[in-house]
């Protein structure tokens, strides 16, 4: 399949430049102008330019009968003027600058004056490079940051994830693992925001997130896209992050910058949950120094432009290595580094035809030292790094031509994600007790126990025609994804080991320092336990994405036009064991009435349809099994009609899965207890014993999931400062992913009553045992047979939502005052039964007991950006984000009931993950919330002209300046966060947000 698409790219790339066609872009854009009267009455038959003073392009046309014309296929590269000549009639006519975004029509009024008048022409256009920009496009529902604006605002490391909670439709969100992405939109799993630069893929398709993470230097503008936007963009139910990135031009332009964030928090509390830009905690010990130059500018003149920019971040961090058995008190320095790197050459090879090659390149170690914040019994032999090494090769091109242009991409990209590379190579773990207590290790050496090595090689290939048939615009594109996927994971072949010192070798261990590793131990010690995985094998599928899109923006009148579009995808995935879902025909309709210049209302409805994750098809993989047992268990399913007659086993089963055994009857050999010979036996026994889980494929195929949105808005450009706005939005989901436990324990209803009678709670709670007696492929007397497994997972779609919202904004441009604000206000509300892809039910697969607000639902966010010019070159910007509290599941005080697992069911793998424990009896899920959040930061720059070629600019930023205890809010792993409270209990704070912190920077511009 890849060699069939790059033949196919290089066949279309071959025929496009023997025939001379117009334009191989940097970032597809479009401009449309119309071109009024002072009476408002069109313009028509005048000759137009649009104009770019940065690379010198100048593109040619002629009004309609509306006083309308249009230039498709722009770069994004500089700013555009739409340039009109003296006419018998009428002045020349000049306009203001203008930035294009990528993937996006741009489209504003020009009045031109009469000869005997103003020769300037007044540009009602309000699409500027500042957030006001009426919108008389389309239906979209979006929000864009520019460069400048982003400079202006107080942004933590440079980082575009903290810069995206800034705009509506965005917050933080509680995640489901350490390093999980952050940024939700519209209050969705962060894993499900779809992530494009220059209108391409950049998702880490294997779980989600970005792939190469963008910084500042590499952004022209940002756009979050969260409703009734183009079917050009797919693969999601929810939200898109698209990346504009710059390019060079005729002038020699760039900057070097130095950002230190100083180490130790100022007034930091306890429980604050400082991160790194990944998530990984860190101690009040941080500190961060990061570093880069962008440069960009003329190869050749007017014809080829280059554009480079590199960042590099180190964040230093200490742990505390505590193991007081051994006498060991010790702080462990850690580094986590990243290096980003981005670059473009761009080349035009007639006026209609341009070539534009990107590359990005990221690569970003985390490293665990061993020990923890406050203390932990992991030595350095044990640490491990984790890799994330990301890259990008795009080559786009674009032609330009009378009516026409056509726009076709092809992008190579791979990520590497090394979860746990051992600090000191490969070998045991060895967990090591002391004094008879084998509850809690008093050290763990040798190696990180687990290997987790997943690698992801993706091609993908987008074709775009636009045609401009008079009042329509037709646009085709077609888009196919080749993701292929390698995981080598598992625990650890040299095997886990736990020890039992006694005291005599406990006191010859006295002192062994940070150093201690497996070789120290003595060789008669008492071995407790010895697991091995049998199974290292490497196994992976290739994912395939197949999208055909089209649409018509229809101008029905000067002032109405509809957008129609259809788009059809197609995910083997769903293909994996079932039945295909080849229906995905999704599609949408939207307006926009511009009651005048200043005043467009605007709607939308339609179907977006979104990705699988490949992680769904890895755990099913790696968690399965052919074991004669489990086999049989399956089989029971299907006798007692759970799952299909015809299922066919061979298909929803595999052995390429991990299997770790236990093998300590084959260690206390003559070399010590770690001296294990015979291991190969291991996989046999590893047949006949049970697990708490297994996962399989689902038979019945798996359904994309998918959301039905719907919107209603309506923007006011007061004057050429002032954008009023607001925004309402649904949108109900379907066939969202979640988990089934074929083998479930049957329903259990608590008896309320009798609790309500003062009856000893203990007595009222399911026991395990009394529970797995009713699973119904377990043995008569609930134990799981040899070789099973206790509970059988399957990934489902059948999840559901809904999310209102209405959005507000406020917004103001700079122009001749001396500020400019931007203030939104989101009223919002998500209820679902699913909130991740592991999410199992709270009892036996009812999922409409678990129906309720989701875990990163906001009521209210309010995020406001002021900015103040109070002297010429000083700037003072105050960014405020306020929201109401994420929900909170009350759950069973094991002091009182004895357990949390009321119902007996005992989760395993989920544990973690699942965001939905047992519930307090009569509590509903999500049922409580966190008090309001409150996080302001301050940012003051000042920049010093004409320092040699360039200018100086010195800023520092405050973040959290109130030092405020927030409790929700802030990007969190569910296991450590605030939104699971002990019902009647008082309130345990187990994180908080980020404390007041200080980051100064510099950078020389020229």
Partial sequence: MERFIMRQILLASAILLAGQCPGLAWAQSALAARIVTATGEAASGLPVRAENETTGAVVTGVSDTQGRVRFGGLSTAGAWRIVTDETAAFASTRSDPIALRSEFQTNIVVQVSPKTGVLVAETISVTRQTFAGLNTSNAEVSATLSAEEIARIPVEARSLERLLFRLPGVTQSTGFFGEAPAVAINGANALFTNYTIDGLDNNENFLGGQKFPVPVGAIQDVTVLTSSYSVEFGRTANGVVNVTTPSGGNDFKGEAFFV???????????????????????????????????????????????????????????????????????????????????GKIDHSWTSRLRTSLRVNHGRVQLERQGGGLDGGATFPTAGSVQDRFSTN????????????????????????????????????????????????????IGHPGFIFDETENTFQSQHKLNVDLGRHRIKVGVDLIVADFSLFGGGNVDGNFSVLLNDAQLATLQGVGADFAVADLPADVQLLAANFETQPTAFGQTQRIYSVFAEDQWQITEKLALTLGL??????????????????????????????????????????????????????????????????????????????????????????????????????????????????????????????????????????????????????????????????????????????????????????????????????????????????????????????????????????????????????DRGDDFYDLNIFYTLSRLRNDTDDINFRANDSNNFDLDFGPSLNDRTHVISSIFNLYPIENLVFSLAGLFQSGQPVNFIPDPAVFGTTDINGDGLSFSDQFTGNPDRFPGET??????????????????????????????????????????????????????????????????????????????????
């Fill in 260 to 342: 230190t964030r100083p180490g130790g928090f100022l007034s930091a509390d306890p429980a604050s949950n400082q991160t790194s830009l990944f998530g990984a905690p860190v101690s009040d010990t941080f500190s961060r120094l990061q570093g880069g130059f962008t440069f960009s500018g003329p190869i050749l003149k007017d014809r080829t432009f280059f554009f480079l920019n590199a960042e590099y971040v180190r964040d230093q961090t200490d742990n505390v290595l505590s193991a007081p058995a051994l006498g060991v008190f010790e702080t462990l320095p850690g580094v986590n580094e990243q290096i980003l790197l981005t």
């Fill in 393 to 444: 090769v795009v080559l786009t091109n674009t032609y330009q031509g009378d009516g026409f242009d056509y726009v076709g991409s092809y992008q190579y990209s791979r990520f590497d994600w090394d979860f746990g590379e051992p600090l000191f190579g490969e070998g045991p773990q060895v967990s090591v007790f002391a004094n008879g207590d084998t509850s809690a290790p008093i050290a763990v």
């Fill in 567 to 812: 788009r059809w995808d197609y995910d083997n995935l769903t293909n994996v064991a079932g039945n295909g879902d080849f229906n995905n025909i999704a599609p949408r309709f939207a307006f926009n009435y511009t009651v005048n210049n200043r005043l467009a209302i605007r709607g939308g409805v339609g179907l977006f349809i979104e990705k699988l994750p490949y992680a769904i098809i890895s755990d099913a993989i790696q968690q399965n099994s052919i074991n004669p047992g489990f086999l049989g268990q399956l089989q029971t399913l299907i006798d007692q009609g759970i799952l299909p007659a015809d299922t066919d086993l061979a298909q929803i089963t595999t052995d390429e899965g991990n299997l770790t055994v236990s093998g300590l009857a084959f260690c206390n050999g003559p070399g010590g207890a770690l001296d294990c010979a015979g291991l190969e036996a291991l996989t046999n026994l590893g047949l006949q014993l049970s697990s708490a889980e297994r996962r399989i494929f689902n038979p019945f195929g798996l359904d994309n999931p998918a959301t039905l949105q719907a919107s209603i808005g309506v923007e006011w450009q007061v004057n050429n400062e002032w954008l009023l706005g607001v925004d309402g939005q649904f949108s109900r989901g379907r066939n969202l992913v979640r988990l089934l436990d074929l083998n479930s324990p049957e329903p259990f209803v608590f008896d309320q009553a009798a609790f309500d009678a003062g009856v000893d709670p203990s007595s009222l709670v399911r026991s395990v045992a009394d529970a797995n007696l009713t699973r119904p492929a377990n043995n008569p007397d609930g134990s799981v047979p040899a070789g099973g497994a206790n509970a059988i997972i399957v990934s489902d779609t059948g999840g559901q939502s809904q999310y209102l919202a209405l959005i507000f904004k406020i917004q103001k």
């Fill in 925 to 1006: 899920r999500n049922s409580g919330r966190l008090p309001w959040a409150m996080t302001v930061d301050v940012g003051l720059s000042y920049r010093i002209p004409r320092v040699g070629p360039g200018d100086v600019e010195i800023r520092a930023d405050f973040f959290n300046i109130f030092n405020t205890n927030n409790e929700s809010g802030f990007p969190v792993n569910f296991t450590v966060s605030n939104q699971r409270q002990l019902f009647g209990a008082p309130f345990q704070q187990l994180s908080a947000g980020p404390p007041r912190q200080f980051q100064l920077s510099a950078r020389y511009v020229f």
